[in-house]
């Protein structure tokens, strides 16, 4: 059975850092692109960035409202995604959502959110 | 970036009705759309991929269709445990990018 589940979120001050993670299991996980996705408080869905495989050198892409200040990296050894996320603004809470990349580039699991909330 | 928008924003229906949402694209985007069900305070889940494409253990009573920019979610003979939001993605390009969603209603 695939599962993915993301832990790490808390309640974080504006500028501040925060790391979530998204542990995987039942699927190969070396083998996937995998996203995080975002969505605020009684908003809709926002992709925020993906990381590719190891055949594709890992290589990342993110959205425009977190270049810079997030960054998206994996440990394949550990079945293991990451989102690091500094200079947070009050416009970054929501709930994350990690997600699988299936290999026509559609998604096709979700694991359960974490929330994220900047606030002073 | 493609802007994705769906319509209706809300809709009313009654259990056993046919539903149809519709999603377009701000430029084409061939048949990379995919559609997901969101209920209240749960994580998305996806429906439909490559437009028309069911993922595994999805009804069939969930059927999608178009290609190029204009596309449609049909829901049959709706029941209780399809009332909830629905949105439609493009992974055609980056930045990938969802319509704002469609409330499905009793």
């Known amino acids: 059975e695939v599962q993915l589940v993301e832990s790490g979120g808390s309640l974080v001050q504006p500028g501040g850092s925060l790391r979530l993670s998204c542990a995987v299991s039942?699927?190969?996980?070396?083998?996937?692109?995998m996203d995080w996705v975002r969505q605020a408080p009684g908003k809709g869905l926002e992709w925020v960035a993906r990381?590719?495989?190891?055949?594709?050198?890992?290589?990342?892409e993110y959205a425009a409202s977190v270049k810079g200040r997030f960054t998206i990296s994996r440990d394949d050894s550990q079945n293991s995604l990451y989102l690091q996320m500094n200079s947070l603004k009050t416009e970054d809470t929501a709930i994350y959502y990690c997600?699988?990349?299936?290999?026509?580039?559609?998604?096709?699991?979700w694991g359960q959110g974490t929330l994220v909330t900047v606030s002073s | 970036d493609i802007q994705m928008t769906q319509s209706p924003s809300s809709l009313s229906a009654s259990v056993g009705d046919r539903v149809i949402i519709t999603c377009r694209a701000s430029?084409?985007?061939?048949?990379?759309l995919g559609w997901f069900q969101q209920k209240p305070g749960k994580a998305p889940k996806s429906l439909i991929y490559?437009?028309?494409n069911l993922q595994s253990g999805v009804p069939s009573k969930f059927s999608g269709s178009g290609s190029g920019t204009d596309f449609t979610l049909t829901v049959s003979s709706l029941q209780p445990e399809d009332f909830a939001t629905y949105y439609c993605?493009?992974?055609?390009?980056?930045?990938?990018?969802f319509g704002q969603g469609t409330q499905l209603e009793i």
């Open positions: 993605q493009q992974y055609k390009s980056y930045p990938i990018t």
């Open positions: 490559g437009a028309s």
């Open positions: 039942g699927f190969t996980f070396s083998d996937h692109y």
């Open positions: 430029q084409g985007i061939d048949n990379k």
């Open positions: 997600a699988r990349v299936a290999t026509s580039y559609n998604f096709d699991y």
């Open positions: 990381s590719r495989n190891k055949a594709n050198s890992y290589t990342t």
